[in-house]
């Protein structure tokens, strides 16, 4: 069984030993690095921008229809001798699953690798029916000898070395077994063929249901599945209504995405369609019998969310885990509940409960890097930045966060508490460019010996004095956003870039009334406070006549460029 939720000092306690998992954070560094190399070469010569907003709208698309879908996909496939079903939950799913297992005389179940079955905890609901469930993707069936979930979407046991995998293998089969994966690989092999041949059962997840045709389609890198599906006498596929799709069509601009954002392939080494039962000699009158489970369990409700449904569209790629900073560090099973990565952290809320997410989107740094790579164009730091903006609404801030939020709100203010800091750091600076001398309350778990100190004079102080001789005839008319730390800890910086552009023969304006992007309140959860210092940048830009709005910060950028129309939509 998965762990209840915890509370936040707790969950700090658990992120704190996984950055102490040396061979973990080796590990996914390597991956990180590596992966951002092949995606990029496998997407070479391709407009992935453009096929990921066919995916989007593909799915868009889809999830409109759902209800019509199933209604399709349920004629179709009892057309071939497959019997649909519809769970509302969790509970209802298992109990149906439960019930084939029973109404077949099942005792030994054999798995594929199925998220949503995870999602559900379908083998925990068997085995407590007395039933033997054998996961038979080989990372999930070590994490299962483990007792673990899975901590990546595509590789489960990514946060395993080949000593502890040659340690649980030990332990399972009474025999000592050396690291050599190779060798390691042939024992699971011979182990997992025996439960094969004894299995009456097999379940799949499915990457697709196709309404069309009534067929389900499976994206694998193993054999695994495909045997799965074809040696039990009954076979049950289980998904999310969310899988549902009109056509091939479909599947097919998917599939140019898919592979490529999960493990950088043109295509994976198994893409599998069923389409009605397959005959087999190990049921009694040489028929299979088939299931399709579509589980909804908060995906319906999703749909009605008009900022939350985006989630809907995930394919499942995990790449949104591959190029996170945070997974990057502390490992899947601190970055999600069972799905891990960004979309784990809003899964988690939509599937499982708003106790249960609170701690995880705390994680999110908004540093947009799985907005970038996502398969289906989803938000996905947006997504999460509205839950935590729920949370707050839902629960307050604390005194300190709503004093600095009405601080932010008065520019003013704002500033004058950005000079007097300057002044109250001196203790800690020793006169120089950081602050070095933190107590260790701080320190200890930040290392925050080099944080940067607040420049003796701003940039705005500074403007004034700056050498800009006027241009009769400018090439561009540029405007600055400062922003916080490039205005009050990185001056030079814009100093810089003004004698850049004066160069090269552009006018260069500094709004005197700009104050903060707003961004630091996006993230407190306020978005009455974000607007009204949205709207204070808009007037102080809009006095001028400008061609660009140009910042040095990249946070900036994003809350002007994007955060603004989120605040203000409609």
Not at 114 to 127: D, K, R
Not at 201 to 207: D, E, K, R, T, V
Not at 422 to 451: C, V, W
Request: hydrophobic fraction near 40%; glycine fraction near 6%.
């Amino acid at each position: 069984m998965k762990e209840p939720a915890r509370d936040i000092k707790s969950y700090r306690t658990d992120l704190s030993a996984a950055l102490e998992d040396t061979f973990q954070r080796r590990a996914l560094d390597k991956f990180a690095v590596d992966y951002r190399a092949s995606r990029e070469r496998i997407y070479s010569g391709l407009n992935d921008r453009e096929l990921i907003a066919e995916v989007a709208a593909r799915k868009d698309e889809s999830v409109k229809h759902l209800d019509e879908l199933f209604k399709q996909f349920k004629a179709e496939a009892e057309k071939r001798g497959v019997q649909v079903h519809l769970a509302r939950d969790a509970a209802e799913a298992n109990r149906i699953i439960a019930k084939i297992a029973e109404d077949n005389g099942c005792k030994m179940v054999v798995k594929s690798k199925s998220m949503t079955v995870e999602e559900i905890q379908t083998n925990t609901a068997l085995e407590a029916k007395g039933m033997e469930v054998v996961e038979t993707d080989l990372a999930e069936w070590i994490i299962q000898l483990r007792h673990e979930g899975p901590s990546h979407m595509v590789m489960p046991a990514i946060h395993l070395s080949r000593t502890q995998v040659a340690d649980t293998f030990t332990k399972e089969t009474g025999k000592h077994q050396t690291e050599d994966i190779t060798s390691l690989v042939r024992v699971a092999r011979r182990e997992l063929r025996r439960k094969f041949a004894e299995a009456d059962m097999g379940i799949s997840g499915m990457n697709f249901a196709v309404a069309e045709s009534g067929a389900i389609g499976l994206v694998t890198n193993e054999g695994n599945a495909r045997m799965v599906t074809t040696l039990p006498r009954v076979h049950v596929a289980v998904g999310g209504i969310d899988k549902l799709i009109p056509s091939f069509d479909d599947a097919m601009a998917t599939l140019r995405v898919l592979p490529r954002n999960a493990t950088g392939q043109h295509l994976t080494s198994y893409v599998t369609w069923i389409a009605g039962g397959v005959p087999t000699a190990s049921a009694p009158d040489g028929k299979k019998s088939m299931h399709v489970v579509f589980v909804d369990n908060g995906r319906k409700a999703v749909l009605n969310d008009p900022v939350l449904s985006q989630a809907l569209r995930c394919v499942r790629c995990g790449a949104c885990a591959n190029v996170c900073p945070v997974y990057r560090l502390v490992g899947g099973h601190r970055m999600g509940y069972i799905y891990i990565g960004a979309i784990g952290l809003i899964l988690t809320y939509l599937f499982h409960g708003k106790d249960r997410a609170k701690a995880l989107v705390q994680n999110c740094v908004n540093c947009q890097a799985c907005k970038s790579v996502c398969a289906a164009g989803i938000d996905l730091p947006g997504l999460i930045e509205e839950i935590r903006m729920r949370y707050i609404e839902q629960d307050g801030n604390s005194l300190p966060m709503n004093l600095l939020a009405s601080t932010l709100k008065n520019r003013k203010a704002f500033h004058s508490l950005l000079k007097f800091a300057k002044y109250a750091q001196r203790p800690l600076t020793g006169g120089e460019q950081f602050i070095r001398h933190l107590p260790s309350m701080f320190a200890k778990d930040n290392e925050f010996r080099a944080l940067p100190a607040i420049a003796d004079k701003s940039f705005r102080d500074r403007w004034e004095k700056l050498d800009r001789p006027a241009s009769a005839n400018p090439s561009l008319r540029v405007a600055i956003f400062a922003g916080c730390v490039q205005d009050f800890v990185y001056p030079e910086q814009l100093e810089a870039a003004v004698k850049l552009m004066q160069g090269h023969n552009i006018h260069v304006d500094f709004p005197m009334d700009q104050s903060c992007c707003g961004l630091p309140v996006v993230m407190m959860g306020q978005r009455e406070t974000a607007r009204d210092v949205a709207l204070q940048n808009m007037d102080a830009f809009e006095k001028g006549d400008y061609d660009v709005i140009l910042t040095l910060c990249a946070s900036c950028a994003s809350q002007l460029k994007e955060g603004y129309v989120e605040l203000f939509a409609g």
